[in-house]
C-alpha cells in the first residue's frame, strides 16, 4: 500500500499547484482586472454600450487630463488599460476568444497561444493580399519580358553577335529564300523574319544575367508560395547531403562545390557570381579561395588595394572634403 500512499500524496500536491497557479494567474488580456471589469460593462453587455463607456472612460483617463508627472503615468496606465479592454471586446472575434479564456482558465496554454496568435499574427487574410498582389506579380513579369527583348534587340544590334548568329543560322539553314514561299511577302516582312531567326539564335546561345534575366514561371509569387515545401525538402536534403559528405566523411571539394564555398565567402548571390568574368573566377579557383585563411589574406589584399585606389583619386577626395 505504500505507493498508493505515494500516488496520493503526488496528486494532493499536483492539485493544490494548479489551484494556487490558477488563484496566482492574472488576465492576459488586461492585466490585474477583468477586461469587462475595467469599462464597467459585463458580458451580456452590446457593441454599442462598450463603446459608449470606452469613450467616457478614455476622456476621463486620458494623460492629458493630468498635470503632475505621477498623475499622469497613473493616467496613462489605465488609460493604455482601457483601450486595451476596448480592442479585446469590441470585435466578436477577439470578444469571442476572450470569454473562452473566462470559462475555460484551466486551458493556460490554450488560451495564451491565442492570445499571443492574435497579438503578434498577421492582421490581413492572406488569401487578401493574393488577390492584391497578383495583378502586380503579373505586371512585374509583363516588364520582365520587356527588359529581356530589350537586351535581346540591343545584342542583335552589335557587330560581333549579329555576325555570329548570322553564320549560325546560315549553317544551320535557317536563313535559306524560298522564292515561292516569299513571293506574297513584302520586303519588310523577309527582313522581319530574318530579324526574329537572328534574335531567336542570340537568345538561344546568351545566357543573360541580371535585371534583363529571361523570366522564369518559378518567379511568380503565388507559384513560389505553392513550391514552397518542395523547394524546402531540397535546401534541406542538400545542406544534410553536404553536412554527410564534407563535414563527417571529409570528402574533398569538387569544382562546383569549391565555386559554391567561394560565393559565399564573397557574400554576393549567384546571379552576382555568374556575372563575373571567367578569368576572375579561374584566379580564385587557383588561389584555393574556399579555403577561409587564404580568403581572408586575399580579401585584406584587396580591400589594401582599394584604399590606395580611392587615396589617389581625385573624386574621392573630393567627396572627404565636401563629407568634412
Not at 546561345?205 to 514552397?228: E, N
Request: charged share 35%.
Amino acid at each position: 500500500m505504500g505507493w498508493v500512499s505515494c500516488l496520493v500524496l503526488v496528486v494532493v500536491v499536483v492539485t493544490a499547484t494548479m489551484a494556487q497557479e490558477q488563484e496566482d494567474m492574472v488576465d492576459i488580456y488586461c492585466g490585474d482586472m477583468n477586461c469587462y471589469e475595467v469599462l464597467g460593462v459585463n458580458r451580456d453587455s452590446s457593441k454599442k454600450e462598450i463603446s459608449k463607456a470606452y469613450r467616457k472612460l478614455a476622456g476621463k483617463w486620458h494623460p492629458d487630463m493630468f498635470r503632475t508627472e505621477e498623475e499622469k503615468e497613473l493616467g496613462e496606465k489605465k488609460f493604455m488599460q482601457i483601450a486595451t479592454a476596448y480592442e479585446t471586446l469590441r470585435e466578436d472575434e477577439s470578444r469571442t476568444e476572450y470569454d473562452y479564456m473566462l470559462e475555460h482558465p484551466e486551458e493556460m496554454w490554450r488560451n495564451y497561444y491565442r492570445y499571443y496568435r492574435r497579438r503578434v499574427g498577421p492582421k490581413v487574410d492572406v488569401r487578401l493580399v493574393l488577390a492584391v498582389t497578383s495583378p502586380d506579380q503579373r505586371r512585374a513579369v509583363l516588364f520582365a519580358w520587356n527588359y529581356y527583348n530589350e537586351a535581346i534587340k540591343c545584342l542583335a544590334a552589335i557587330p560581333k553577335y549579329r555576325i555570329q548568329a548570322t553564320e549560325i543560322a546560315k549553317s544551320d539553314g535557317l536563313l535559306k529564300k524560298d522564292k515561292k514561299a516569299d513571293r506574297w511577302k513584302s520586303k519588310e516582312e523577309v527582313r522581319e523574319e530574318e530579324e526574329n531567326v537572328i534574335r531567336g539564335i542570340i537568345a538561344d546561345k546568351m545566357d543573360i544575367k541580371g535585371g534583363y534575366a529571361k523570366p522564369h514561371w518559378t518567379d511568380v509569387l503565388w507559384i513560389q508560395m505553392i513550391i514552397f515545401p518542395l523547394t524546402t525538402y531540397r535546401w534541406t536534403a542538400f545542406y544534410l547531403s553536404w553536412l554527410w559528405r564534407f563535414g563527417i566523411r571529409r570528402e574533398e571539394y569538387g569544382r562546383e562545390e569549391q565555386l559554391y564555398v567561394i560565393r559565399k565567402n564573397l557574400g554576393v548571390s549567384q546571379g552576382q557570381f555568374d556575372q563575373m568574368e571567367e578569368e576572375e573566377v579561374e584566379d580564385m579557383l587557383e588561389l584555393e579561395l574556399w579555403e577561409k585563411d587564404k580568403f581572408k589574406v586575399w580579401k585584406a589584399e584587396k580591400d589594401a588595394e582599394m584604399r590606395i585606389k580611392m587615396a589617389s583619386s581625385g573624386r574621392y577626395k573630393q567627396y572627404r572634403r565636401y563629407m568634412k
